[in-house]
């Protein structure tokens, strides 16, 4: 059974910094794109970072220069690096594991942590 667990999420004052980490169980992390999605209350589920299988990165606008995305393929986990946090990051933080290359269609979820940033 695959598991992807999400951890890391807290209160922090705007301007701080917080680092998730979503490990991965039951299958290797190393064959898939893995990302990072948030939703805030009130709003969908948004894109915010993902790490490719190939090694490439990408980001929403949003978080470009704030964020940083990476994966420990022994470790099977993922990270993201969150700093100079603003109160428009406070949200649930989801990762997510992908093998075809479409967000829309994932393969696993993570359970969701909560990132409250206060200003």
């Known amino acids: 059974q695959v598991q992807l667990q999400a951890s890391g999420g807290g209160l922090v004052q705007a301007g701080g910094s917080l680092r998730l980490s979503c490990a991965a169980s039951g299958t290797t992390i190393s064959s898939y794109n893995m990302g990072w999605f948030r939703r805030a209350p009130g709003k969908e589920r948004e894109f915010v970072a993902c790490?490719?299988?190939?090694?490439?990165?990408s980001y929403t606008d949003s978080v470009k220069g704030r964020f940083t995305v990476s994966r420990d393929n022994a470790k099977n986990t993922v990270y993201l690096q969150m700093n100079s946090l603003k109160a428009e990051d406070t949200a649930v933080y989801y990762c997510a594991a992908d093998s075809q290359g479409d967000w829309r269609l994932v393969d696993y979820w993570g359970q969701g942590t909560l990132v409250t940033v206060s200003s």
């Open positions: 790490s490719w299988s190939d090694g490439k990165t």
